[in-house]
């Protein structure tokens, strides 16, 4: 079966830049998606087809995909962006496939 | 505005069943496959099963594969998740979900299950 393996955790100063990295076998193949989850609510699309962002996702989250490697970036991280977060892909024999998660904690 | 509303979580027996709902308004169902996805407690997302817009073609995970069952009612405007043979493992809160981009943009607020006798 497909896995996309994350770090657990990732720490950022406030105004620092959070990288999050998410591996799997010739992701970049495949469209990436990222979802932020705060605790007590469903998550939400920050990310999808790699780069794009939803109407409404501030401009600080970025993403990438190449390779193995899909990266989330938040620039100049704020207080508000701690949470947990899900890299997801598509793949046609296991359909949708959800990252293991990461906990971004701004210090 | 879209909005997704699920119902039907509750208190599960181990080998019994529960039957999941979703409402959706504010787009055109019959447009869009729809997908549950579901999160244990403390752990992270998982995909469950996935509908074509026709209802057509469903696809599971395959820890649900051959005791889940994923519907919908385009007249009705409604997903549906039979869940049978619950087993303690399906304890989790199950998310009606679905997008276009292949990313999940909208997300229901999740009905919980708990599956203990």
């Known amino acids: 079966s497909y896995e996309l393996t994350q770090p657990p955790s990732v720490s950022v100063s406030p105004g620092q830049t959070a990288s999050i990295s998410c591996s799997g076998d010739?992701?970049?193949?495949?469209?990436a998606s990222w979802y932020q989850q705060k605790p007590g609510q469903s998550p939400v699309l920050v990310i999808y087809?790699?780069?794009k962002r939803p109407s409404g996702i501030p401009e600080r989250f970025s993403g990438s995909n190449s390779g193995n490697t899909a990266t989330l970036t938040i620039s100049g991280t704020q207080g508000m962006d701690e949470a947990d977060y899900y890299c997801q892909a598509w793949d046609s024999t296991t359909n949708y496939v959800f990252g293991t998660g990461t906990k971004v904690t701004v210090l | 505005e879209v909005q997704l509303l699920e119902s039907g979580g509750g208190l599960g027996q181990p080998g019994g069943s529960l039957r999941l709902s979703c409402a959706a308004s504010?787009?055109?169902?019959?447009?869009?496959?729809m997908s549950w996805v579901r999160q244990a407690p403390g752990k992270g997302l998982e995909w469950v099963s996935s509908i074509s817009a026709s209802g057509g073609n469903t696809y599971y995970a395959d820890s649900v594969k051959g005791r889940f069952t994923i519907s919908r009612d385009n007249s009705k405007n409604t997903l549906f998740l039979q869940m049978n043979s619950l087993r303690a493992e399906d304890t989790a809160v199950y998310y009606c979900?679905?997008?276009?981009?292949?990313?999940?943009?909208?997300w229901g607020q999740g009905t919980l299950v708990t599956v203990s006798s």
């Open positions: 087809q790699d780069t």
């Open positions: 010739k992701l970049g193949d495949k469209y």
């Open positions: 504010g787009f055109t169902f019959s447009s869009y496959a």
């Open positions: 979900t679905f997008g276009g981009g292949m990313g999940f943009d909208y």
